[in-house]
């Protein structure tokens, strides 16, 4: 009996059906009752934990992604969260109820080479230098197998956004939670693409109880949803249970269960995904820029809210020292107060009302509160647009170009989806925000220069009218004032600054935005540009200005629309496969392996395994042999085979790797459970 490697006491209890071990890691991924995940490595040291994000959400999946770096996770409420394994943190959070009402019952995650027969002859000749499981792992090793530089593909995936400045880590508690809080986070979010992943790609398949599969790759890269009634009339209510994959094919065998009467049937549907040999090499550079730039446009969003709340928030003080003094010069005065301070500023008459409203409202206090407030206000709002905004907009820019080359020079551009006349609708739009960042940038630093001169002046008129000092002292208190600035505020920005324009902060339901962003054939930029030489003339040509809110949203829409384009275009080249039945009945235990074998020429081969149903002691193999041309697969022959354990009662049943099918038993009477290997299956 083997020796165990490490023991270790989890509190609370471990829910036996969530459990996943990943071999290139060597971690382990289990999920408590308490709903919480724990990730240990072999000793029994625990790497990091996903905390129970809601109440009422029970874990349904977890699955490794074969590399090891990621670890997704499927709730009761149809989300689907991908945790990054170097950083411990959700890099994603997957909204499932667009896809299907259903739960989530079934999580697949596998890898597929664009050309798998060129990687064969690659193994071959390295032999056991390299091995399949150094590409899938991106061993270092794998570098050596190319030593003959591929100038096209090097070029191509010459790496232009390192040469851009990092994102800067933003502040937690915007619309993405802390995904962007670290640098760890960020770099992993935008790490570059590498040579060893352009011949291959990892797909997440995410099967719903209603037949429903949602098919993502290079983490949540959306290609969409198919239902599985599409392969075959006959599945009818059918539920997928499992799904398996071999780097050396496209094809995607999946396990579902269809009901019989009072029995369900259990039949093999392949999944045929040809878009990963059509689109070849080039899949991965366009899946990996649209990632990049789906996670640059999640970042912009959250910068624009930060920016949002923080002046909204620096504005909320000063507006309620404002409205105490109006109220009371309203009844009293007929003015208000811009016209009271205008008139204290140049004339130094102090209105009774406002005297007591300087000493007895305000005050020292009230002053430094103020100041604080607007100052952290302006200082963030300059702060998120130069370190945030501009470099996002910046590496946004890089991106679309990327994907623009892609779209006028590639030949098999027929096989992308990428649209040129999108693509530079977009660009135009980030030209229009990158200007709007610099005029936010400019607006700002204008008005914080004006409040600091603003802010100088109030304490010294707070002191001038709380004390009794001579006029001496306050005239000499005058030479370090700046008037000038002073006034520009109290006319402007201390009542209406510019920076509310830009922010929208009173928008309503329903008010519609002041230009036709989707109209054909217009510039937003050359639009805008024109508008803020009109501003500049006129300020009530502001207001017809689009805020930044507005050109998001149009952002959204633009990109939504090229993601849609390229998803679309992908959807068309994936097809199920003929439905091979297996039995009836469906056991407890169960599951899959794809094996590459050298019989009879080169074959795909699946294999079955099959927990009791009825009879305790027996399991069930079936070895299906499908042949794949042109990515499309079918059916060679199928083989079963049965197992009979003698009066041990299977308690499980896995394969551990190519060569060993591991059967978890018990006798009967006896408390001890039994582990029997049984080599070479196939």
């Known amino acids: ?42 000793n029994g040291q625990k790497v990091f934990g996903i905390a129970k994000r809601q109440s009422a959400n029970k874990v349904n999946q977890i699955k490794w992604k074969p590399n090891g770096q990621s670890l997704a996770a499927a709730y009761d409420n149809s989300s689907l969260s991908l945790t990054n394994t170097h950083t411990g943190k959700v890099v994603h959070q997957i909204d499932c109820s667009a896809y299907s009402k259903s739960q989530i019952c079934c999580l697949g995650w596998g890898i597929s080479l664009t050309d798998g027969h060129k990687v064969r002859l690659k193994l071959d000749k390295f032999k056991d230098e390299v091995t399949l499981e150094d590409m899938i792992s991106q061993n270092p090793r ?25 994102l800067s880590p933003l502040s937690s508690g915007g619309i993405e939670d802390d995904i ?75 396990l579902v269960s269809t009901p019989a009467g009072d029995q369900e049937e259990l039949h093999i549907v392949p999944l045929d995904l040809r878009l990963l040999s059509n689109a070849g090499r080039n899949l991965s550079l366009l899946a990996s820029k649209s990632t990049q730039l789906h996670n640059v446009l999640r970042y912009v969003h ?48 102090c209105y009774p009302e406002v005297k007591e409203w300087l000493v007895d409202q305000l005050g020292e206090r009230g002053h430094k509160r ?9 200082e963030s709002v300059r702060r998120l647009a130069h370190e945030n905004l501009m470099p996002a907009l910046e590496r946004f820019t890089v991106l679309v170009s990327r994907l623009r080359g892609l779209s006028r020079f590639q030949l098999s551009n027929a096989n992308l989806g990428l649209s040129t006349k999108e693509l530079d609708n977009v660009l135009d739009t980030v030209n229009c925000l990158q200007l709007m960042a610099h005029q936010i940038l400019i607006t700002s630093g204008s008005e914080f220069r004006q409040f600091l001169a603003f802010s100088a002046w109030l304490r010294q008129e707070i002191d001038i009218q709380a004390s ?26 201390m009542t209406r600054s510019q920076l509310t324009g830009f922010f929208n902060l009173e928008a309503h339901a329903g008010e519609k935005p002041p230009w036709d962003l989707a109209a054909e054939g217009r510039s937003l930029f050359e639009l805008y540009k024109r508008g803020l030489l009109n501003a500049s003339r006129e300020d009530s040509s502001a207001s017809r200005l689009p805020t930044l809110d507005a050109l998001m949203k149009h952002l959204d829409t633009q990109c939504n629309a090229v993601f849609h384009r390229i998803a679309e275009m992908q959807r068309r080249s994936v097809r199920f496969g003929a439905p091979v039945y297996l039995q009836k009945g469906v056991p ?32 069930r193999i079936y ?23 003698a009066g041990w009662e299977v308690r499980d049943v896995k394969f551990v790797d190519d060569d060993e099918l591991m059967l978890a038993v018990s006798a009967k009477c006896k408390p001890a459970d039994v582990i029997v290997l049984a080599r070479r299956f196939s």
């Open 1 to 42: 009996m083997a020796d165990p490697l490490a023991e270790k006491l989890v509190q609370p209890a471990i829910n036996p059906r969530h459990l996943a071990y990943c071999p290139t890691m060597d971690l382990i991924a289990l999920a408590s009752i308490d709903e919480c995940i724990h990730v240990y490595r072999l």
């Open 302 to 349: 959250q910068v624009q809210q930060l920016m949002c709340n923080d002046f909204k928030t620096s504005q909320d003080l000063p507006s309620k020292f404002i409205a105490n003094i109006e109220e009371s010069l309203q009844e009293r005065r007929d003015c208000n107060w811009m016209q009271a301070a205008y008139h204290l500023v140049v004339t130094g008459n």
């Open 142 to 166: 794998v570098k050596s197998m190319d030593p003959v530089p591929d100038l096209p593909l090097d070029l191509a995936l010459l790496d232009v956004e390192a040469s851009l400045p990092k």
């Open 623 to 645: 070895r299906i042999v499908l042949g794949v041309k042109n990515g499309m697969s079918s059916t060679k022959s199928v083989e079963g085979a049965v197992i009979k354990t």
């Open 370 to 378: 103020w100041e604080k407030a607007a100052t952290t206000g302006y």
């Open 468 to 493: 009794d000092a001579s006029m001496a002292e306050s005239v000499e208190k005058d030479v370090n004032i700046d008037h000038a600035s002073t006034l520009e505020y109290i006319q402007g920005a």
């Open 180 to 254: 962007f809080s670290s640098r760890a986070s960020l770099d992993t979010l935008f790490q570059p693409l590498t040579i060893g992943f352009t011949d291959s790609a990892d797909i997440l398949v995410v099967g719903f109880e209603d037949g429903t599969v949602h098919l993502s790759i290079y983490d949540f890269f959306e290609i969409g949803s198919f239902n599985l009634h599409q392969a075959f009339r006959g599945l009818q209510g059918c539920k997928p249970i499992l799904h398996c994959s071999h780097p050396y094919t496209t094809t995607h065998p999946m």
């Open 588 to 619: 407890s235990c169960m599951d899959m392996r794809m094996l590459h074998e050298h019989v009879d020429g080169t074959e795909i081969v699946l294999y079955v395994v099959l927990g009791p149903v009825s009879n305790q002691s027996e399991v």
